[in-house]
């Protein structure tokens, strides 16, 4: 079974800059998270999909962050325009359904750097 | 509001040898679920090992056993044998069933000494 694919691994843009990161989830998972992890701290959610529908957006920094997930499958998530603060690693993990027992699956996440 | 806590930043341990990782959470709610996760090197984060809130039992997973202490709201890792490979970061985390967002801890690094 494929695992959680992400796109790209790494990532340096100047601030002001805009970045986007792809994200597909196993087959079949109905639940799609985003989440950020700011150096030494655990991963924060940013943003939680049931099918192409949001279920929990409240941390997401909507003035510069959103994110899509089309027909309920792949999803990317983008920075407009990007900030110092903004550099970490964004994981992408799905689930099979929005069960708070089932596992979440993570991506290797995406490491952004913005100068 | 609910909060995870991993006081240890960092832990080393002997090859072979059991080490404990701790973890605290605090939480008005019964029934939740509580995870540890284990993120190596290359950054992908594979589950280790859950426990259902409701269930007294300690959950174990081959080399990897929690104590869970639902009244001082404890939940500990535990590593026999330890290996070269489990050197990575940990994460305590905390889900509610009411919702499924998960709540990580800060992680402790875990270093395995040859």
């Known amino acids: 079974e494929a695992g959680v694919a992400q796109s790209p691994r790494y990532k340096i843009i100047e601030k002001r800059q805009s970045v986007a990161f792809w994200c597909n989830p196993i087959?079949?998972?109905?639940?799609l998270y985003w989440y950020q992890q700011i150096l030494g701290q655990g991963p924060k959610l940013l943003i939680q999909?049931?099918?192409?529908?949001?279920?929990?957006d409240s941390q997401l920094p909507k003035d510069r962050f959103s994110a899509e997930r089309l027909k309920g499958v792949d999803s990317t998530l983008k920075i407009q325009p990007a900030k110092l603060e903004d550099s970490a690693v964004y994981l992408c993990a799905s689930s099979l359904a929005a069960s708070a027992y089932n596992e979440q699956f993570f991506g290797p996440g995406t490491r952004l750097t913005v100068l | 509001a609910q909060t995870v806590t991993q006081s240890q930043p960092e832990m080393s341990v002997q090859e072979a040898e059991t080490v404990t990782l701790s973890c605290t959470y605090d939480t008005s709610e019964s029934d939740y679920y509580l995870f540890w996760y284990k993120q190596p090197p290359s950054r992908q984060m594979i589950l280790v090992i859950r426990q259902e809130a409701y269930k007294q039992q300690n959950a174990t997973e081959n080399r990897f056993s929690v104590n869970f202490q639902k009244a001082a709201k404890s939940f500990s890792l535990k590593i026999s044998d330890s290996q070269l490979g489990d050197a990575a970061m940990y994460f305590c985390?905390?889900?509610?069933?009411?919702?499924?967002?998960?709540?990580f801890g800060t992680g402790t690094r875990l270093k395995v000494l040859a």
């Open positions: 985390a905390y889900r509610y069933s009411g919702t499924y967002k998960y709540i």
């Open positions: 999909f049931q099918n192409n529908g949001v279920v929990d």
């Open positions: 087959s079949g998972h109905a639940t």
